[in-house]
């Protein structure tokens, strides 16, 4: 294993207070409770109200995240930030967060990595810190996937849910921190998950809103196959570089989108359910916000513990997919 250079300082989560249920589905939609559970694993997943933006998210999880590491906003050097879902094109949702939070030390800046864009943002941090370039960097993974879903589109309506995961990253002791880290990405593949309007090819207009291509668009068996493949491998280069096996990993936290796409990559790695961490039930697919919201909250759950080993991977539009591995 290599020496660790990046590690946590602090976790910091922030989750909408409305809940949108599987019965809540039934009756919008042509679907059912089974129907829902049986290919995905979710019951119910939290959205956001109108004043519940992507940055005020991301500054409710990173203040968390900042009291725990004893820090304050302008303590930080960087501001990365993960979303698929900025309030606005332009600026970056990192600088909106930095106003908020009033870090005025921090350079920031957005990253698209759709569902992986959280451990993205996390290996770019560790090369920064690496590079001594920052000392303490923030890194966030925001979402408001309610704002591109189509809810008459009951493939991808009952799959999404808000919320944000914020992360405080300091230069390691050598101890603990991240000990391995992989990302990939395959773009011709893109149009299985993708949005087709709303850039600067197809800009929002009249047409687009009632042809429904604002949204996203997935081709759910396609997604699903290249999802299991993507996330073995990405859990195979992790262990791969570190020296260990599936069976030396004390706690798997991936992506929460599917629960049998997560018991199939537990299955290759050699990782048994019981080592790893589910709350796609509860939270539904929150893209880059999901494994920093599942990692705070095993935590707080007591399923973390110092000196463990962890397995963090995700898949992704783009695709993109990574892994990282952890010396808690």
């Given at each position: 294993?290599?020496?660790p250079?990046?590690?946590?300082?602090?976790?910091?989560?922030?989750?909408?207070?409305?809940?949108?249920?599987?019965?809540?589905?039934?009756?919008?939609?042509?679907?059912?409770?089974?129907?829902i559970r049986?290919?995905?694993?979710?019951?119910?997943?939290?959205?956001?109200?109108?004043?519940?933006?992507?940055?005020?998210?991301?500054?409710?999880?990173?203040?968390?995240?900042?009291?725990e590491a004893?820090?304050?906003?302008?303590?930080?050097?960087?501001?990365?930030?993960?979303?698929a879902?900025?309030d606005?094109?332009?600026?970056?949702?990192a600088?909106?967060?930095?106003?908020?939070?009033?870090?005025?030390?921090?350079?920031?800046f957005?990253?698209?990595?759709a569902?992986?864009?959280?451990?993205?943002?996390l290996?770019v941090?560790?090369?920064?810190l690496a590079?001594?370039?920052?000392?303490?960097?923030?890194?966030?993974?925001?979402?408001?996937?309610?704002?591109?879903?189509?809810?008459?589109?009951?493939?991808?309506?009952?799959?999404?849910?808000?919320?944000?995961g914020?992360?405080?990253?300091?230069?390691?002791?050598?101890?603990?921190?991240?000990i391995?880290?992989?990302?990939?990405s395959?773009?011709?593949?893109?149009?299985?998950?993708y949005?087709?309007?709303?850039?600067?090819?197809?800009?929002?207009?009249?047409?687009?809103?009632?042809?429904?291509?604002?949204?996203?668009?997935m081709?759910?068996?396609?997604?699903?196959?290249?999802?299991?493949?993507?996330?073995?491998?990405?859990?195979?280069?992790?262990?791969?570089?570190?020296?260990?096996?599936?069976?030396?990993?004390?706690?798997?936290?991936?992506?929460?989108?599917?629960?049998?796409?997560i018991?199939?990559?537990?299955?290759?790695?050699?990782?048994?359910?019981?080592?790893v961490?589910?709350?796609?039930?509860?939270f539904?697919?929150?893209?880059?916000?999901?494994?920093?919201?599942?990692?705070?909250?095993?935590?707080?759950?007591?399923?973390?513990?110092?000196?463990?080993?962890?397995?963090?991977?995700a898949?992704g539009?783009?695709?993109?997919?990574?892994?990282?591995?952890?010396?808690?």
């Amino acid at each position: 294993m290599k020496r660790p250079v990046a590690a946590f300082a602090g976790l910091g989560t922030y989750s909408p207070g409305k809940i949108l249920t599987n019965a809540d589905f039934e009756r919008m939609l042509d679907t059912s409770d089974t129907w829902i559970r049986e290919r995905t694993g979710i019951r119910e997943r939290h959205i956001a109200g109108p004043d519940e933006t992507v940055a005020v998210m991301a500054r409710e999880a990173s203040l968390l995240a900042l009291q725990e590491a004893g820090l304050a906003p302008t303590d930080l050097d960087g501001i990365i930030v993960s979303t698929a879902t900025p309030d606005r094109p332009l600026p970056s949702a990192a600088c909106d967060l930095q106003a908020l939070l009033g870090a005025t030390n921090a350079a920031a800046f957005d990253i698209g990595a759709a569902c992986s864009g959280w451990l993205y943002a996390l290996l770019v941090g560790e090369s920064l810190l690496a590079s001594g370039f920052a000392k303490r960097l923030l890194v966030v993974g925001s979402e408001k996937l309610s704002a591109i879903t189509d809810y008459t589109d009951r493939s991808t309506a009952v799959l999404f849910g808000d919320g944000a995961g914020a992360a405080v990253l300091t230069a390691s002791d050598g101890t603990r921190g991240i000990i391995a880290g992989h990302l990939k990405s395959d773009g011709r593949l893109a149009e299985l998950l993708y949005r087709p309007g709303g850039g600067s090819v197809a800009p929002p207009s009249e047409q687009m809103l009632k042809d429904r291509s604002y949204f996203i668009k997935m081709a759910g068996r396609e997604v699903f196959k290249s999802a299991v493949r993507s996330m073995a491998d990405a859990a195979d280069r992790a262990l791969e570089q570190a020296g260990i096996t599936g069976e030396q990993v004390d706690l798997m936290i991936p992506h929460q989108a599917n629960i049998r796409i997560i018991e199939a990559t537990a299955e290759h790695a050699h990782i048994p359910m019981e080592r790893v961490f589910i709350n796609v039930d509860r939270f539904g697919n929150t893209s880059s916000a999901s494994i920093p919201l599942a990692l705070d909250e095993a935590r707080r759950a007591g399923l973390v513990k110092p000196g463990m080993t962890i397995l963090l991977v995700a898949f992704g539009a783009g695709f993109t997919w990574g892994s990282i591995l952890l010396r808690w």
